[in-house]
């Protein structure tokens, strides 16, 4: 006997066999067992979804010696015939090849004539958006009134290219993507009928891959079992896509963890070697943060039992977390703007390095600190500054916030004292703008000593004090004041007021003057008083000027 393919030989034969699509079949199996059927319905959705193997189930539903019934017996003639695709009374019509009037006509001409066996005559018009327009006019007056024992079933990827004289003439159900979840379920159940081993990763890998097609991961299954020869093993399944394992991103991560450009330019090499798709290792390391994440912020996650993810977990903060994830997902963005694949790569990793906490913004060679000190920022001016898609430097916490005056490695030199008689006014100089004229928008201006400039932040805006931050506001004020200048922030209470305050408290003077004008307005009180019209507040602006 021929070998059947997976795809084939697993294709569901009842509605209780399908995956993912629930809602559709609860609509249709009520359908069919309240005897409210209508006569055209159109099945859209992405590829290998089970668009066709629903509408042969619904096929079978309505010819089943049995029936009609949401549940056909799958043992009569009608049935078996059905789903081996013997049924005479089922037309199924590829109409990517079949776009012409005339293959139109002949269906029109052929729906006249009552059923050979079943009690049903089903048109299953697959990829219908294929049509030309002179066969959707010539099949308009049939789908609308077709002849009591004609059913049409229209499938389609694509709904938007269906005139609107088709669409309204269907009951339309849009199938879903299958989450990974559901094509892996499916998978393991497979495997454990067909008495294959496998092993958790190697299905995980294939169900990314299949992208939501439960048809194109059963065939992605099929030639893993054949590359694997007849076992499903994950260094054969990424060898086969030509994908990266887990151990090795893990790996990675590792490396930048413990802040080790040594050994991490060494496992690239390594992994440089399988030629993989650079954009899927980049995926791949975005989604153990992710899991990394869960399980430093969530009590119960699914990789409970993973000892080396627990261990990552405790390692790295989670800000840092973040950072990294930011940044790899932006590099995956703008890798087809690389020079090379591996040369995105590369610099995304780089960048993790040069921004990690105390990294200085220089790669280091060989460290292998598992915890770099989170107060230690050198100066980073030989550093250009970070692209906007970069996120912002990592906060510093409040602990490390008392020792910030030697931040700024300025001249020591004694220097006649810092005098600033405006802090507002030195920072409509400075023009500062970004997350640096945040920092400064945000602090209170609290004294001077020397050329030392004493700052104030309140703990809701601590997230703005980083090193890189605090060095680029030192930098643009000695700039304007033409001298060295060092920041020392300090946390302030929650009372003072920051420029931003003094803005906010102005922008509310401001509006509510705006609405005291206009409910003072002879106009406005009329509108109130003879139609019993009321202001909203929040439709109020003043004025600029």
């Given at each position: 006997?021929?070998?059947?393919?997976?795809?084939r030989?697993?294709r569901?034969?009842?509605f209780?066999?399908?995956?993912g699509?629930?809602?559709?079949?609860?609509?249709?199996?009520?359908?069919?067992?309240?005897?409210?059927?209508?006569?055209a319905?159109?099945?859209?959705?992405?590829?290998?979804?089970?668009?066709?193997?629903?509408?042969?189930?619904?096929?079978?539903?309505?010819?089943?010696?049995?029936?009609?019934?949401?549940?056909?017996?799958?043992?009569?003639?009608?049935?078996?015939?059905i789903d081996?695709?013997?049924?005479?009374?089922?037309?199924?019509?590829?109409?990517?090849?079949?776009?012409?009037?005339?293959?139109?006509?002949?269906?029109?001409?052929?729906?006249?004539?009552?059923?050979?066996?079943?009690?049903?005559?089903?048109?299953?018009?697959?990829?219908?958006?294929?049509?030309?327009?002179?066969?959707?006019?010539?099949?308009?007056?049939?789908?609308?009134?077709?002849?009591?024992?004609?059913?049409?079933?229209?499938?389609?990827?694509?709904?938007?290219?269906?005139?609107?004289?088709?669409?309204?003439?269907?009951?339309?159900?849009?199938?879903?993507?299958?989450?990974?979840?559901?094509?892996?379920?499916?998978?393991?159940?497979?495997?454990?009928?067909?008495?294959?081993?496998?092993?958790?990763?190697?299905?995980?890998?294939?169900?990314?891959?299949?992208?939501?097609?439960?048809?194109?991961?059963?065939?992605?299954?099929?030639q893993?079992?054949?590359?694997?020869g007849?076992?499903?093993?994950?260094?054969?399944?990424?060898?086969?896509?030509?994908?990266?394992?887990?151990a090795?991103v893990?790996?990675?991560?590792?490396?930048?963890?413990?802040?080790?450009?040594?050994?991490?330019?060494?496992?690239?090499?390594?992994?440089?070697?399988?030629?993989?798709?650079?954009?899927q290792?980049?995926?791949?390391?975005?989604?153990l943060?992710h899991?990394?994440?869960?399980?430093?912020?969530?009590?119960?996650?699914?990789?409970?039992?993973?000892?080396?993810?627990?261990?990552?977990?405790?390692?790295?903060?989670?800000?840092?977390?973040?950072?990294?994830?930011?940044?790899?997902?932006?590099?995956?963005?703008?890798?087809?703007?690389?020079?090379?694949?591996?040369?995105?790569?590369?610099?995304?990793l780089?960048?993790?390095?040069?921004?990690?906490?105390?990294?200085?913004?220089?790669?280091?060679?060989?460290?292998?600190?598992?915890?770099?000190?989170?107060?230690?920022?050198?100066?980073?001016?030989?550093?250009?500054?970070?692209?906007?898609?970069?996120?912002?430097?990592?906060?510093?916490?409040?602990?490390?916030?008392?020792a910030r005056?030697?931040?700024?490695?300025?001249?020591?030199?004694?220097?006649?004292?810092?005098?600033?008689?405006?802090?507002?006014?030195?920072?409509?100089?400075?023009?500062?703008?970004?997350?640096?004229?945040?920092?400064?928008?945000?602090?209170?201006?609290?004294?001077?000593?020397?050329?030392?400039?004493?700052?104030?932040?309140?703990?809701?805006?601590?997230?703005?004090?980083?090193?890189?931050?605090?060095?680029?506001?030192?930098?643009?004020?000695?700039?304007?004041?033409?001298?060295p200048v060092?920041i020392?922030?300090?946390?302030?209470?929650?009372?003072?007021?920051?420029?931003?305050?003094?803005?906010?408290?102005?922008?509310a003077?401001?509006?509510?003057?705006?609405?005291?004008?206009?409910?003072?307005?002879?106009?406005?009180?009329?509108?109130?008083?003879?139609?019993?019209?009321?202001?909203?507040?929040?439709?109020?602006?003043?004025?600029?000027?």
């Open positions: 006997m021929s070998y059947q393919v997976l795809a030989k697993w569901p034969r009842q209780s066999e399908l995956v699509q629930e809602h559709v079949v609860r609509a249709l199996s009520h359908a069919l067992d309240g005897g409210r059927i209508h006569h319905f159109l099945f859209t959705g992405t590829r290998g979804v089970g668009k066709t193997t629903i509408a042969r189930i619904f096929a079978k539903s309505l010819n089943c010696e049995k029936g009609p019934t949401s549940r056909p017996c799958g043992v009569c003639s009608i049935c078996t015939e081996s695709g013997r049924f005479v009374d089922l037309l199924e019509i590829d109409a990517a090849s079949n776009t012409g009037i005339d293959n139109v006509r002949d269906l029109i001409d052929n729906a006249q004539y009552t059923p050979a066996r079943g009690r049903h005559k089903v048109y299953l018009i697959d990829e219908v958006h294929m049509l030309s327009k002179a066969a959707f006019n010539a099949l308009l007056k049939t789908l609308e009134e077709p002849p009591a024992h004609v059913k049409f079933l229209l499938a389609t990827t694509d709904p938007q290219k269906l005139p609107i004289t088709v669409l309204s003439r269907c009951i339309k159900f849009n199938l879903k993507r299958l989450t990974g979840e559901q094509i892996v379920g499916q998978m393991r159940h497979i495997l454990a009928a067909e008495a294959i081993p496998f092993d958790d990763e190697a299905i995980e890998v294939l169900s990314r891959a299949a992208d939501g097609s439960l048809r194109d991961g059963l065939s992605l299954l099929d893993a079992i054949a590359h694997g007849g076992s499903l093993v994950a260094a054969d399944v990424h060898s086969m896509l030509g994908t990266v394992e887990r090795r893990r790996i990675l991560l590792e490396a930048l963890v413990a802040n080790d450009s040594s050994r991490l330019f060494d496992e690239i090499e390594r992994i440089a070697e399988f030629a993989p798709d650079f954009a290792v980049l995926d791949e390391l975005a989604g943060l899991r990394i994440q869960l399980r430093q912020l969530l009590a119960n996650t699914a990789d409970q039992d993973d000892a080396g993810l627990a261990g990552l977990a405790a390692r790295i903060d989670p800000r840092e977390v973040q950072l990294y994830y930011q940044i790899a997902i932006t590099a995956r963005r703008d890798l087809p703007l690389a020079p090379t694949p591996r040369v995105g790569f590369e610099m995304a780089l960048r993790m390095l040069a921004f990690a906490p105390g990294s200085g913004g220089s790669v280091p060679t060989g460290r292998t600190n598992a915890s770099p000190p989170v107060a230690a920022a050198p100066a980073r001016s030989a550093m250009p500054t970070p692209p906007a898609a970069t996120p912002p430097p990592r906060a510093v916490p409040p602990a490390a916030m008392s005056d030697d931040r700024i490695a300025e001249p020591s030199a004694p220097i006649g004292p810092l005098v600033v008689d405006s802090w507002q006014a030195l920072l409509d100089r400075a023009e500062l703008g970004g997350p640096v004229g945040q920092l400064a928008l945000h602090s209170v201006l609290l004294g001077t000593e020397g050329n030392l400039l004493r700052l104030g932040v309140k703990s809701a805006h601590e997230h703005f004090v980083a090193p890189a931050l605090i060095e680029q506001l030192g930098k643009r004020l000695g700039e304007v004041l033409d001298r060092r020392k922030i300090e946390r302030v209470a929650n009372g003072a007021e920051s420029p931003a305050d003094a803005r906010a408290r102005a922008s003077s401001r509006q509510q003057d705006a609405h005291a004008g206009l409910q003072a307005d002879p106009a406005v009180q009329s509108l109130i008083e003879t139609f019993g019209a009321r202001l909203i507040s929040d439709s109020v602006r003043p004025l600029e000027n």
